[in-house]
């Protein structure tokens, strides 16, 4: 391999074949271009390989998110915990619902909230808790149900949506996690609710999306609930526009003064073919994961681990940590690593480092582990398209890089 050969290498494009596109014409040519066929069929297919009974299509994980705390009736008055450490969705859709964002620290030394910290920030107001399954990587949810149960006493219910629940619920921001896997369950089966995203950048992509999937328990109507996702996703409208093509069908009522957020079936062409092919991309990303994790631990960098004996991540972001570098130094490493062509990225800058967060009260000061997980964090190009060549040129610029900014050589 010739290392002296200046590459272009992005951090995450999309993995479009020519059957995404096909079934994209194909789509246009049809005369459905909004929801309709297609995303219901996607909709089908997703629960199907997540093991649900079913899911709905919307045009973003924040919009799966913000509905779910919306349907379950939480603002005003109630408090939703996240972590500090991800990205601003996770928190903005408890701010859009108008509720109190709580923020918990990450544990010493992870990426995961610290779930003794967590147990204490539950309160009589806490209606839900928002893990992040951060990279991939499904949380510790044994922790987080352990944590909910001793908290159970002070659970309030507001209507009985909630009161099916008699706790605080768990609606895990999976937006990195689609295929992952823990303790045999598949991401999406454990958590009450599950929010998924099909970003440009994500694993599994629809140009834009999102989707949500949750448990069955004992009295829910998944009708019902299915249901209430179609009216606030749109306007509150009694039929689809699917529904009202049927002949003599154009009559509707508007219940529910709502949102608009749905998926359109242009989106959910391209999530079919990118379904189909899902496996084996998942297995392309395991691949490149390998080659750092052969190359890179040995040598002392920190990484987050994808792979167990009871959990498979769904590959979606390869982040390291660099011991012993400080936050600038972490950021020169990222500008040698672009002068060479290769894009590398952070993920995440703690939520109380931003403007907003820090206008809404968040001091760094009290979220000392997701600072320290942050300053020395690198997050490597990890997408399909990447070549096994690819690969080793980011590694050996990597290595070259922290010894020159580290003063090795």
Request: charged share 25%; with cysteine; hydrophobic share 40%.
């Amino acid at each position: 391999m010739n290392e002296t050969k200046l590459r272009n290498i992005p951090f995450s494009p999309p993995d479009i074949t020519d059957a995404e596109i096909e079934e994209v014409v194909k789509t246009m040519k049809s005369g459905w271009i909004t929801t309709g066929p297609r995303t219901k069929e996607f909709e089908t297919k997703i629960a199907e390989f997540v093991g649900t009974n079913k899911a709905v299509c919307l045009n973003s994980a924040t919009a799966a998110m913000e509905l779910t705390l919306r349907i379950l009736g939480i603002g005003p008055g109630d408090e939703v915990i996240t972590s500090s450490y991800t990205y601003t969705a996770s928190a903005s859709v408890i701010d859009h619902v108008g509720a109190k964002i709580v923020l918990v620290d990450t544990a010493p030394n992870s990426f995961e909230m610290d779930y003794e910290k967590l147990s204490d920030a539950i309160t009589e107001k806490t209606k839900a808790i928002i893990p992040v399954d951060i990279a991939g990587k499904m949380c510790d949810y044994d922790a987080i149900y352990k944590v909910v149960e001793s908290k159970k006493h002070l659970f309030e219910a507001n209507n009985d949506f909630q009161k099916l629940y008699s706790r605080v619920i768990v609606m895990t921001d999976a937006a990195h996690a689609f295929g992952a896997e823990r303790k045999g369950l598949r991401c999406g089966q454990v958590a009450d609710f599950t929010c998924f995203s099909f970003h440009a950048v994500k694993n599994l992509t629809t140009a834009e999306g999102g989707s949500v999937v949750w448990r069955s328990i004992e009295g829910l109507d998944e009708d019902w609930l299915y249901q209430q996702f179609m009216l606030y996703s749109l306007h509150g409208q009694s039929k689809d526009a699917l529904a009202k093509t049927q002949i003599g069908a154009w009559e509707y009522d508007i219940v529910y003064p709502a949102y608009k957020c749905n998926m359109t079936d242009v989106m959910a062409g391209i999530g079919l073919i990118q379904l189909n092919r899902y496996e084996e991309l998942m297995g392309r990303r395991r691949e490149i994961i390998e080659m750092y994790d052969r190359a890179l631990v040995p040598l002392g960098f920190e990484r987050l681990q994808h792979y167990g004996d009871d959990f498979r991540s769904s590959g979606h972001l390869y982040l390291i940590r660099i011991p012993g570098f400080s936050e600038k130094e972490r950021n020169e490493i990222i500008v040698k690593m672009a002068e060479v062509g290769v894009a590398c990225n952070v993920h995440y800058k703690p939520l109380p480092m931003f403007t907003a967060y820090k206008n809404l009260g968040f001091d760094m000061v009290n979220f000392p582990n997701a600072y320290k997980q942050y300053v020395n964090e690198v997050t490597l190009p990890l997408n399909t398209l990447l070549t096994d060549v690819e690969v080793e040129y980011i590694i050996s610029n990597l290595v070259k890089s922290v010894n020159i900014v580290g003063g090795y050589n």
